[in-house]
């Protein structure tokens, strides 16, 4: 099975649940509340995305939460890593980050450059009660990576 086959399928769950409305809108988040979720995600997404280029899962994975660890195993990761790298290339840097909220769920949006694409959209979901501040997704897109 390729690696599209769970990207495309999860894609096509999160439109459908979309278009019946059950997922409630997303909004921008501002002032004090925007600038505490970029000071929690910077330093996770530096480390996540260091270790994505080092191909090192263990340190890539630390700031995981138990469900995200069980879904994006080791295993998945090298697919992934495998995929992402194949297309776009490493990491180099990151900007722009926005912070955006869903129901009990906080996103922070950057713009990461890699070797071959740039304005590549990465984002990390966190709980808002999650004081560990734990991934609970993590997204990268790219019209490279929809390719």
Not at 68 to 78: G, I, K
Request: net charge negative.
């Amino acid at each position: 099975m390729s690696l599209k086959t769970p990207l495309l399928a999860a894609l096509i769950l999160l439109l459908a649940v979309s278009a019946c409305g059950c997922v409630d809108r997303e909004s921008v988040v501002t002032g004090e509340e925007a600038v505490q979720a970029v000071a929690y995600a910077d330093p996770i997404a530096e480390n996540l995305l260091a270790a994505f280029n080092e191909d090192n899962y263990t340190r890539y994975s630390r700031d995981f939460s138990p469900e995200m660890r069980q879904s994006l195993d080791e295993a998945m990761f090298e697919q992934n890593r495998e995929f992402v790298t194949s297309r776009i290339g490493l990491y180099e840097s990151r900007r722009d980050p926005v912070v955006t909220r869903v129901d009990d769920f906080i996103a922070v949006t950057y713009r990461g450059k890699f070797e071959q694409e740039d304005g590549v959209t990465v984002r990390f979901v966190f709980k808002r009660d999650d004081e560990l501040h734990r991934i609970q997704g993590l997204w990268f897109d790219s019209p490279m990576l929809r390719r």
